[in-house]
């Protein structure tokens, strides 16, 4: 399932994964698209989140739109719940002028009963944690930890049982790359082993990301044109088995042991 940027509406797609085709259309009928930048799951719900905040920084209507995965599997448009939020540590909501704001978000993963935003920071090119309730209400989030990611975090997901999330995002200069995070410990997930992959496709923007297995995973990136360049939006697929593999071994003979014992 995926989704449009700012400005379009609010619909959602389902693509098939061999193809690329739209083989579903899904409307959310009490939504809007302000500036839709990703979702994720559990078992029971999707969740989009409206949160890009990159015109001038200054949003007061964030949200999270929270929808049952029966309800998009059996119909062609649905009522969604809604998650509002601001950022705790956000004070100063003076017009920034295009991406010159460290309170943009476009990555949302859920682990247990909360939902974990990844600030895009044009700034100073880290990236923030923040958790909230995945109960619908209007919350303040709280800024848990920073990593310099030395990039713009587009996009993540979780392999909960393995504990490991993985971002996506770019350079200045529109280079993609991949951020590994594993080996976490509850929801200290910047207190894990990192890794940072460059993925050689230069003028890409990598927006989102989407497990299929622990190391099996599929990208995609927006349209990229600008003067002779033209990129367009594609789905491609990864397989980061020979940077996970190690890690991945070495949990399965712990759990062997653990059980052996």
């Known amino acids: 399932w995926t989704h449009n940027d700012s400005g379009n509406d609010p619909l959602i797609y389902a693509l098939d994964n061999a193809t690329g085709n739209i083989i579903k259309t899904v409307a959310i009928k009490n939504a809007s698209n ?3 930048e990703d979702m994720a799951q559990d078992e029971k719900y999707i969740y989009i989140g409206d949160f890009g905040n990159n015109a001038n920084g200054n949003r007061t209507n964030l949200k999270i739109y929270k929808i049952k995965k029966k309800d998009i599997k059996a119909k062609d448009s649905v009522n969604a719940e809604i998650i509002n939020f601001a950022y705790a540590d956000q004070i100063d909501f003076t017009p920034k002028g295009s991406n010159n704001t460290n309170f943009d ?31 619908p209400g209007t919350y303040s989030a709280e800024n848990m930890a920073d990593l310099d990611v030395q990039g713009l975090i587009t996009g993540a ?7 490991i999330i993985i971002l996506t995002g770019y350079s200045s200069s529109i280079t993609p790359f991949i951020y590994l995070l594993y ?26 990301v989407c497990a299929l297995s622990a190391t099996k995973y599929y990208i995609s990136n927006e349209k990229f044109q600008q003067l ?8 491609q697929s990864l ?14 003979a712990g759990k062997k042991r653990k059980a052996f014992y």
């Open 34 to 36: 302000i500036d839709w």
């Open 105 to 135: 978000c476009e990555a949302m993963i859920t682990f247990g009963d909360s939902i974990f935003l990844f600030s895009k920071n044009w700034v100073d090119n880290k990236t923030r944690l923040y958790k909230l309730p995945k109960t």
């Open 157 to 163: 997901d979780i392999v909960a049982e393995q504990k």
């Open 183 to 208: 080996d976490f410990s509850g929801n200290d997930f910047f207190v894990a082993n990192k890794r940072k992959i460059s993925i050689n496709q230069s003028f890409t923007q990598v927006e989102g």
């Open 228 to 235: 002779f360049i033209n990129t367009p939006a594609k789905m």
């Open 239 to 252: 397989n980061l088995s020979s940077f996970l593999n190690p890690y991945l071994s070495n949990l399965d």
